[in-house]
């Protein structure tokens, strides 16, 4: 065979296309694969970030709390003996007091109502069960 000089000079090419070709899929097979482990590394990295960053969060949330603590503390222990909490300490057992005496007083006729109710039983039946009935079983 003989070969133009324009096929000879693509035949020649192809074995060295071909291998540059298989170098370059395989730098960018290596290409991304790092950047498959830069993605999964900035992940990481970003799941650690919000780890700490929640730790932080906690910790600052902690202290605040404490000295929200010690302030209410503070103000329950000098307000703990102010003319206000003594008044409403004095009203609740007023209205306390009140109320016992209410119960002892009409405690004697609550019991008298519920026991009577528990007496009272009626033993007529009601026309509407006589006629279910009669329906059931026949008139008779």
């Known amino acids: 065979f003989f070969l133009s000089p324009k096929q000879h000079h693509l035949s020649s090419q192809q074995p060295t296309e071909t291998m540059s070709n298989s170098s370059g899929i395989q730098d960018l097979m290596a ?3 790092r950047a498959s482990q830069i993605v999964a590394e900035a992940r990481i ?4 970030r919000m780890k700490q ?3 932080d969060a906690q910790e600052l949330i902690q202290i605040y709390r404490a000295e929200k603590q010690k302030e209410f503390d503070k103000n329950v222990s000098t307000s ?3 003319t206000f909490s003594k008044e409403l300490q004095a009203d609740t057992d007023k209205d306390i007091s009140m109320m016992q005496a209410q119960f002892q007083s009409h405690q004697a006729k609550a019991i008298e109502i519920l026991l009577s109710k528990c007496c009272e039983v009626s033993v007529d039946v009601p026309s509407a069960r006589v006629r ?3 329906k059931e079983y026949g008139a008779q």
């Open 45 to 48: 990295g970003r799941g650690d």
């Open 53 to 55: 960053a929640k730790a």
């Open 31 to 33: 290409a991304e694969t």
């Open 132 to 134: 279910s009935t009669q």
């Open 80 to 82: 703990g003996s102010s």
